[in-house]
C-alpha cells in the first residue's frame, strides 16, 4: 500500500480508504486537544524520524479549516475570474494541495522564509497577503498584491520570496536565501518548494551540492502532484522517490494530503535544520484537480474517474473536516459558519479585484533599475515631449494616493 | 515644457482606459502573403500552427533519422503544434522530455553530432535560457573547436516567441539578439504560416545549428494558402514585402504586420511611400538585400519587439550607417519595445505599436 501512495497518489483503487484507517483519534484527558495518527512517513538516511502521533487543539483546527478553504474557494474564483476573460494569461491553481502549504505555514516560526514557483497563490495568502490582493494582482489592477505588475507567478510577501515564472530557477534562490540565514546565525530555515516535474531540472542538484557542502538551513521541498505539466512521473523521472533524489540530503516522504503529517514534519525538519544539521528533501505527495495551467483540461492524461476518485477519498479539506468533526474537536456547525464567511471574504475580494482601476502607465518605467534615469518620453508633437516623472512604483502609487 | 501628462495620451492621442480596455484584441492585423508559384501549386488553408507541424510532418516523412522531443510534445505540445505527429511516426521519433531546458539542448546536440536530425522543442522562448549554455557554447562552437571534425548542423531548436497580448514577464520576450551574438547559430523567425512552413524545412535541413522562433500570437490568428508540398523558403534572404520609395522599414515576425499597416497608413496620411523588408533570418542577416533597398529610399527604420537597446535593431543601424552614409537623407530609426522587462498591463504601451511606426516615418521623412 505505501509503494502506491507514493507514487504521487496515482489513485489506485482503494488506497485512500486504507489510509484513512490508519488515522485514530483520541481525546485528551487533561485538555481539549486530540491526538491523531498520521500515516507514516519513509525516511532517506536518517535514523529517526517525525512521529505519527500528533496533537491538534480546537483553536488550530478551525484556523486550519479555513486557510484550506480560502485557498480553495480564492482559486475557484480564479478559475472562474479567468473563464470570463477577466484574468488573461496565465493561471495555474493550487486546489488539491493545500494541506501542503497550510500544514507547513503551521509549522513555520518567525523569520522562516519559502521560495515557490507556478503554484503561489496559496503561499501569497498564508504569508500575508488578502484574498484582494491576490485575486487583483491576477486581473493586474493596483488592489493587487505587486499592483498589477506582476500578475500571475509573479507575488511576492515579507519573507517570501516568490512565485517564479522559470520552471526550476528558484531551487538555487532557496540555498542562498539560508546560507543568509546561516550566516546571521538565525534559527531559521527556507523552505524551498519545487513540483515533480522541477525536480527534474539540473539546478536542483547543483542547489543540494552546494547546501550540503555548506551545511544550509534549507528544506528543499517537492510537492509531488503527480504530473509535470502533462506528462505522468513515471514517464519523466527515472527516480519516482523525489525524497531520496538529494542524494547525500536525507530525505522524507510525506503524506501530503494530510496536514497533520505535514505539520508534523515540517516541524521535526525544523528542529534538524536548527541544530545546525540541515539540508533535508522532503516529498509531499499530493494531487492538483485542475490541468497545469488554464489552458489545460487535464483531462487527457488522466481520466475524470480518476480526478472524482481523488475528491472522494482523499481530498484534504474533506478528510481533515471529517476527522475534526468525528473526535469531538468542533461541531459541523462552526464550519459551516467559516464556509459562509470564506464564501463574502472572496465574493468581496472578486468585487475588488474586477473593479479596481489599473497602475498609471506612467508605472511601465518605474523600478527597472535602482534609480532609474529619467526618461524623455516625446508626445504627439514634440513640445509635448515629458520626463518620466516617478522613479519607484512607491512614488506612483503615492501621487494617485494609493499609498 | 508642458505640464504632466500620462504620457499614454501623449504617445498615442488615445487614454489609458482606451487602450486597456482593447487588451483582448491583437495589437495589428495578420496580412496573409501569397506564396510564389514555384512553391507548388495545390495550396491549403492553414494557421501558422497547422504549417508548422506540416513542415515537421514533412521533415520526418523525408528523413528516417529526423526525431521530435520537447515538454509534451508526445501529444502536440502545449500550443499542439505536434499533434498527431507520433502516431503517424512513432513514440521512439516524437517523446516528451522531464522538464529540464538545459538537458533537451544538450541532449539535441548530442544527438546531432551522432548524426540524427534533432528538432527539439523549447516551450517559451523566455525559458530557453536555461539551454544558453550549451546552445552559445556548445552548439555553436562545436565545429570550430573540432576543426570541422564534429558538428551539430542537424540540430534544431524551436521555441515560442514574442507578444501574445497577456503573456508578462516569461511568456512574451523575444531573445533572438541573445542568440545574433554567437557566431555559429543561424536565427530564423517566420511572418506567417507559408515562411513558417518553408523557413522551418530550410532549418531543420540546414547543415548548421538554428534556433527557429515561432510568433506564439500568430499560431491562430494566422491563416493563408499555404503550398502543401515540400518547399523551402533559403535561409539568409530577405524579402520585400512592400514597395515603396521614401523610406525602407525592416523588421521581422509579427512586427512585420505592424510595419506593413503603418506603412499604409503613412501612404494616406502623409503621401509617404514606405518600402517594408522581412528580414525572416536574423543571423546572419541579408545585408546586401536592405542596403540596396535603403541607398534606394536614403531611410532606413528597424522595428522589432525586443527592447530597443542592444536589440538586433542596433546591428542593422550600425551596418547601414557604414554601408550607405553617403545615401542617407536622415539617421537610422529604431522603433522597438522600451527598455524595460516584458510588462504584464502594460504590454499595449511597451509595444512599439502601429502609432509609434508611423510617428519614426514622420520623423524620418521630415527630419
Known sequence: MLSVLSKGFKPAANSTVAAATTVTSTRLASTNDVNFTVQSYKLHKLDNGPKTSVTLNRTDALDFYRKMQVIRRMESAAGNLYKEKKIRGFCHLYSGQEACAVGMKAAMTEGDAVITAYRCHGWTYLLGSTTTQILAELTGRIAGNVYGKGGSMHMYEKNFYGGNGIVGAQQPLGAGVAFAMKYRNQKNVCLTLYGDGAANQGQLFEATNMAKLWGLPVIFICENNGFGMGTPIERASASTDYYTRGDYVPGIWVDGMDILAVREALRWSKEYCDAGKGPLMLEMATYRYHGHSMSDPGTSYRTRDEIQNVRKTRDPITGFKDRVVTSGLVTEDELKEIDKDVRKEVEEAVKIATTDGVLPPEALYADIYANTATQEIRGATIDETVKQPFKTTTEVLKSIGRL | ?367
Request: net charge neutral; glycine share 8%.
Open chain 2, 1 to 367: 515644457m508642458a505640464a504632466f501628462r500620462p504620457f499614454s495620451s501623449l504617445l498615442v492621442g488615445g487614454n489609458t482606459r482606451q487602450l486597456l480596455a482593447k487588451r483582448g484584441a491583437a495589437h495589428f492585423n495578420f496580412q496573409p502573403s501569397d506564396a510564389p508559384k514555384e512553391y507548388g501549386d495545390v495550396r491549403q488553408k492553414m494557421n501558422l500552427c497547422q504549417a508548422v507541424n506540416n513542415a515537421m510532418d514533412i521533415a520526418m516523412d523525408t528523413d528516417p533519422s529526423a526525431v521530435l522531443f520537447g515538454e509534451d510534445v508526445a501529444f502536440g505540445g502545449v500550443f499542439r503544434c505536434s499533434i498527431g505527429l507520433k502516431d503517424k511516426y512513432g513514440a521512439d521519433r516524437v517523446f516528451n522530455t522531464p522538464l529540464c531546458e538545459q538537458g533537451i539542448a544538450g541532449f539535441g546536440i548530442g544527438l546531432a553530432v551522432a548524426g540524427s536530425t534533432a528538432i527539439a522543442e523549447i516551450q517559451f522562448g523566455d525559458y530557453i535560457f536555461p539551454a544558453y549554455d550549451q546552445l552559445v557554447n556548445e552548439a555553436a562552437k562545436y565545429r570550430y573547436r573540432s576543426g570541422g571534425l564534429f558538428e551539430c548542423g542537424k540540430l534544431t531548436v524551436r521555441a515560442t516567441w514574442g507578444a501574445v497580448g497577456h503573456g508578462a514577464l516569461y511568456h512574451s520576450q523575444c531573445p533572438e539578439a541573445n542568440f545574433t551574438h554567437t557566431p555559429g547559430v543561424k536565427v530564423v523567425i517566420p511572418r506567417g504560416p507559408t515562411q513558417a512552413k518553408g523557413l522551418l524545412l530550410s532549418c531543420i535541413r540546414d547543415d548548421n545549428p538554428t534556433i527557429f522562433f515561432e510568433p506564439k500570437i500568430l499560431y491562430r490568428l494566422a491563416a493563408e494558402e499555404v503550398p502543401v508540398g515540400d518547399f523551402m523558403i533559403p535561409l539568409s534572404k530577405a524579402e520585400t514585402v512592400r514597395k515603396g520609395k521614401d523610406v525602407t522599414i525592416v523588421s521581422w515576425g509579427t512586427q512585420v504586420h505592424v510595419c506593413l499597416e503603418a506603412a499604409q497608413l503613412a501612404q494616406e496620411k502623409l503621401g509617404v511611400s514606405a518600402e517594408v523588408i522581412d528580414l525572416q533570418t536574423i543571423q546572419p542577416w541579408d545585408e546586401d538585400h536592405v542596403v540596396e533597398s535603403v541607398k534606394r529610399t536614403g531611410r532606413l527604420i528597424v522595428s522589432h519587439e525586443a527592447p530597443k537597446t542592444s536589440g538586433f535593431g542596433a546591428e542593422i543601424a550600425a551596418t547601414i550607417q557604414d554601408r550607405c552614409f553617403l545615401h542617407l537623407e536622415s539617421p537610422v530609426n529604431r522603433s522597438c519595445g522600451w527598455d524595460t522587462p516584458f510588462p504584464h498591463v502594460y504590454e499595449p504601451f511597451y509595444l512599439p505599436t502601429v502609432w509609434r511606426v508611423f510617428d519614426s516615418i514622420k520623423k524620418t521623412v521630415k527630419y
